[in-house]
């Protein structure tokens, strides 16, 4: 089992930033892909980003390419979303969530956190 625990979200004036953190405890994270997900209001949960083991590869929703950085630091069991440019368009509920393959699937990620609320006022 892994337990994780967002944090980070709040209210912002579009153009702001943010920094979302997730922090997993219960069993390492190196050996997992880590992925970031938002949902909207009456919309689905979708990718916003996710990050191999290693860091190395990275996947970015095309809306957010350029304004969002997804990084991790696996000796602190945390991965981060630097979040640049924020838009009305950006409010979620945003997750974190541990998965087995860098994928945009909700289905491929078995453990996620209870979200974490980002609210862009225009």
């Known amino acids: 089992q892994v337990q994780l625990v967002e944090s980070g979200g709040g209210l912002v004036q579009a153009g702001g930033s943010l920094r979302l953190s997730c922090t997993a405890s219960?069993?390492?994270?190196?050996?997992?892909?880590m992925g970031w997900f938002r949902q909207a209001p009456g919309k689905e949960r979708d990718v916003v980003s996710a990050i191999s083991q290693s860091g190395g590869t990275t996947y970015y929703k095309d809306s957010v390419k350029g304004r969002f950085t997804i990084s991790r630091d696996n000796a602190k069991n945390t991965v981060y979303l630097q979040m640049s440019s924020l838009k009305p368009e950006d409010t979620a509920v945003y997750y974190c969530a541990v998965g087995r393959i860098l994928s945009y699937s909700v289905s491929d990620y078995d453990y996620w956190g209870q979200g974490t609320q980002v609210t862009v006022s225009s």
């Open positions: 219960g069993r390492t994270i190196r050996t997992y892909t």
